[in-house]
């Protein structure tokens, strides 16, 4: 991460934009004037940003693009922590200085980001980083914590609970299995060969997907699954099904399935991002990331995240 005396001038300064859709190769290093904060807002020097699915499946086609709200040309990425620099008129509980962290989105991976100060808003806002909380961790919490956070509050676990979680080694999934197992619950988690070990680490017991999962999952808890999280697709909505789930306790983030409850960030609870975050300055919830690079290694770092077999969180550092 640059040094505050290597940072540009607030005339101009860099971001990714995206003058077509498309994927990883049409993500461009732009100097673009600095946006100036507005009555309510705040202006962040942004020190990193977070990668999600989300960034590049948004901006892949322009249909997509639009159900989101965006058009060309467009910036990339939504997960960002730096410091204020910038208060609008208006504005109270933020000054120039404060450490902060949120989601701004499409538009993360810049040097300087506005978002609104009232918070409150998936994909803009500010919300104050805790000291024992650093850039890169805090870049990487907005899109999955409150994911996570909202698939939880659907099926609302605890210690008498055994909860299976699909997808369980990807970004939302390293939230989803560490809150699961600190509401006391069992967690079986779903993955490949290679990511065995990473989901222990994270409180989880393996199991691999594909084919013959709900046999696995008996071997494992012979006394029953009690609740279940598809961060994938749908096969561990049907597994769990199988399993004699409840459809009132199954959720789905990544596909709609009729009677199963579906959860995204914007319907995680108020105040989800800060719990979140004082979780891990207590030491009681870690984000392992997996991989860092230099905004000019913009196209690198999507591609690997695309790639959906990286273990943890990608992180861009500006």
Aim: glycine share 12%; net charge negative.
């Amino acid at each position: 991460m640059r040094q505050p005396s290597d940072r540009p001038s607030t005339a101009s300064g860099r971001a990714v934009q995206l003058d077509s859709f498309g994927g990883p190769e049409v993500l461009d290093v732009r100097e673009i004037p600095v946006p100036q904060a507005g009555p309510g807002q705040v202006r962040v020097r942004v020190a990193a940003a977070g990668l999600n699915p989300m960034d590049w499946i948004m901006t892949a086609d322009a249909d997509t693009a639009a159900r989101f709200g965006l058009s060309l040309p467009v910036g990339f990425g939504t997960d960002y922590a730096g410091v204020v620099d910038q208060v609008g008129a208006g504005v109270t509980g933020f000054a120039p200085g404060d450490r902060v962290f949120g989601g701004a989105l499409s538009r993360a991976v810049a040097d300087f980001v506005v978002v609104d100060a009232a918070g409150g808003v998936a994909a803009n806002e500010a919300c104050h980083t805790p000291d024992g909380v650093d850039d890169r961790t805090a870049a990487t919490l907005a899109i999955a914590g409150r994911t996570a956070s909202a698939a939880l509050a659907v099926i609302d676990p605890g210690p008498d609970d055994t909860v299976l979680i699909g997808g369980a080694a990807g970004g939302v999934g390293v939230f989803a299995v560490q809150l699961a197992r600190i509401a006391g619950a069992r967690v079986i988690g779903t993955g490949s060969a290679t990511s065995s070990d990473f989901l222990r680490d994270l409180g989880a017991e393996p199991v691999a997907y594909g084919d013959g999962l709900a046999d696995r999952v008996r071997a494992l808890a012979p006394d029953g699954v009690t609740a279940a999280i598809d961060l994938h697709g749908t096969d561990t909505v049907h597994t769990a099904r199988e399993l004699g789930v409840p459809d009132a306790r199954i959720c789905a983030i990544a596909a709609q399935v009729d009677g199963v409850s579906t959860a995204n960030g914007a319907n995680a609870a108020v105040g989800a991002l800060d719990e979140i975050a004082r979780l891990i300055a207590a030491g009681h919830l870690r984000v392992p990331v997996a991989a860092s690079f230099p905004v000019e290694q913009i196209r690198r770092a999507a591609e690997l995240q695309a790639g959906r077999h990286v273990h943890g969180k990608v992180v861009i550092d500006l």
